[in-house]
């Protein structure tokens, strides 16, 4: 199995710090807000690629944090009038709901960094105590020119850095020592949440959470670390250097990043009016057709989402998902029980469609060839199997189609067709728990409608449902 590796940018043989096993950590959403489909992206590739060790026998031991304390959360929570974890427990529940959505598994551990903060700041202690890391009125800073293998991952020049990236510039810019050195610990503002620590009443820099997190549920080593590629600087790098020092060992030996994804082939920004959640979509679309999507690029190409595309993508999917179907149906009446010595054949040659997939997987994970390895097993399905043929040759088609569309996360099931009535009456029930002040109730209601195929919108009128 290869991967494209972002330190050295080349493709290397995958092999385990332990054997059969992968420890491997996502970098999650900042929790402020609904996420948006730029967040889903990362998501569902590397749920997919978690999903693509295990279906090959790994022991996957998944990471994925939350970030639940920052500017931009305060920000929310300030105009809001509630307190910070109000807001990032509010949006960690509708997160973890649009990941259902999208059929992204939840991690082995999905820490929040407010959880952590010890653990961060005895990391602190530690960069401070090997000389890493030095204190000013209250800040703390990582001494960049200090790791001698600053830039490695970005392959960025230190000294073309040069007080050059605003977002190095977090606080207290006049104090540093050197203009590229960054925030370990900053001081508490007015109103802001704040720990107590040595060296001030404050909160951890961003860079530090995800390195504590991961060294703490994953050890000091790792397999794969994977992100946006927006944050392989200054982020990542940071993130190396501050492990890396603190540890005495190599941090990650595989970097995965995946590509930008744009909007109608612009730059996706809420100036541009082109900025989508995750929940805008589920409301145009099957979030199936989202991950089918997301999927039908490879994962370090830049991917640009349209209408036009998605429309595309459903009838792909709905390809797929008519022929397991179709074989389910085919099951159901079949006439004969086991296979036939034609039949034998005939399945036996499906072993070079999983073949394909797998080759394609094990490319860097290419979920665009694995996909068109799916199809051409959907057209040998279509036209080997008919009324004629056996319960088994079909059901064994349909548990094929099955396994590798698990791999990529889609789901081939057509939910129970559901009748106008029963509609009506759920949505009689959900007003009624709403009256009653059961939000809880009426949300769940919504969910179950949701997951149905059913869209709900609250209007002046009344509510009203389409189907997705």
Known sequence: MKIYNTLTKTKQEFVPLEEGKVKMYVCGPTVYNFIHIGNARPMIVFDTVRRYFEYKGYEVNYVSNFTDVDDKIIKKANEEGVSAE??????IAECKKDMEGMNVMPATTHPLATQEIGGMIQMIQDLIDKGYAYEKNGTVYFHTRSFKDYGKLSHKNLDDLQGGNRSLLVSGEDEKEDPLDFVLWKPKKEGEP?????????RPGWHIECSEMSKKYLGEQIDIH??????????HENEIAQSEAA????????WMHNAFLNIDNRKMSKSLGNFFTVREISEKYDLQVLRFFMLSAHYRSPLNFSADLMESAGKGLERIVNAAQNLKFL?????????????KEAYAKTEDFVKAFERAMEDDFNTADAIAAIFDLVKYANTTADENSSKEYVSNLRSLLEKLTDVLGIIVDKPEEILDEEIEKMI???????????????DAIRDELLAKGIVLEDTREG???KRA
């Open 86 to 91: 109000e807001i990032s427990t509010r949006y």
């Open 194 to 202: 704040a720990w107590k620590a040595p060296w001030s009443e404050g």
């Open 226 to 235: 994977a992100g946006g590629e927006d944050l392989v600087f200054p982020h």
């Open 247 to 254: 540890n005495g060992k190599e941090f990650a030996k595989y």
């Open 331 to 343: 099951a159901e009446n079949a006439q004969t029980e086991g296979m036939s010595e034609a039949e």
């Open 428 to 442: 009689e029930d959900r007003q009624a728990a709403r009256k009653a002040k059961d939000f809880a109730k009426a």
């Open 463 to 465: 509510v009203k449902w």
